[in-house]
């Protein structure tokens, strides 16, 4: 069972284009977090948000918490080809068995072409 | 300041066999998490140390099992290797758990397979 719903997988769009892809679920997260993963590398960590609707912006990037803490959306505005790779939400809980673990959405590819 | 740091990058064993991971968390961070990121199953939580102890577990079985030595680095062992274990293991570090989420930070990872 995918605890994190990401759509879409695949998005292939034209430069200075903007877009915005969803991870969303069922369950209640005490924070979500934002990654951008390149070929042949780990995740990095973008953005960390905490509390439902908290929004918070990172130069073209804006990332959005739901009121419900069930879901979160990023933005980004005039994509640019160096925007290119596969972009992951990942929600933890507090306590109990989710104690320190990420639960990852499936991952969104997303290609700008210049 | 160093990143996470894992090694080797790229490991190659067969069937049966056991492999060793190895991780260096950032400088001041005492948790370690690790992640298998297999084909087409996304980022699946392994395990989490924090303090030298093994706090929590993901659904793997007990032939993935690791540990924490007293600077913080840490080690995944997984014994009898299967076809299925091909995947590249992801190792992240945080600072200490407080009762509050801290964030993880990655580490580039290590491409195991399994011939």
């Known amino acids: 069972t995918q605890l994190l719903e990401q759509s879409p997988q695949f998005l292939s769009i034209q430069e200075g284009e903007n877009l915005t892809v969803y991870c969303n679920s069922s369950?209640?997260?005490?924070?979500l977090q934002w990654y951008r993963q390149e070929p042949g590398e780990g995740p990095v960590l973008l953005v960390t948000?905490?509390?439902?609707?908290e929004v918070k912006k990172l130069k073209r990037l804006t990332f959005q918490f739901g009121d419900a803490r069930k879901d979160s959306s990023l933005h980004i505005t005039a994509a640019q080809p160096g925007d290119t790779g596969l972009y992951l939400c990942?929600?933890?809980?507090?306590?109990?068995?989710?104690?320190?673990?990420?639960?990852f959405g499936q991952g969104t590819i997303l290609t700008v072409h210049p | 300041e160093a990143g996470v740091t894992q090694s080797p990058t790229h490991l190659i064993k067969t069937r049966g066999q056991q492999a060793t991971l190895r991780c260096s968390p950032i400088?001041?961070?005492?948790?370690v998490y690790w992640y298998q990121q297999a084909l087409g199953l996304g980022l699946q939580f392994l395990l989490w140390y924090d303090e030298g102890e093994e706090r929590n577990r993901g659904n793997f079985p007990p032939r993935f099992s690791g540990r924490q030595f007293p600077n913080y680095s840490s080690e995944l062992n997984v014994n009898a290797l299967e076809l299925e274990d091909s995947a590249l293991y992801l190792c992240a570090s945080s600072l200490g758990g407080t009762g509050r989420y801290q964030p993880q930070h990655f580490g580039d990872g290590t491409r195991l397979s399994i011939l």
């Open positions: 948000v905490v509390t439902g609707g």
């Open positions: 369950s209640v997260f005490s924070s």
């Open positions: 400088s001041g961070h005492t948790s």
């Open positions: 990942a929600g933890a809980k507090a306590g109990g068995t989710s104690y320190g673990k990420l639960t």
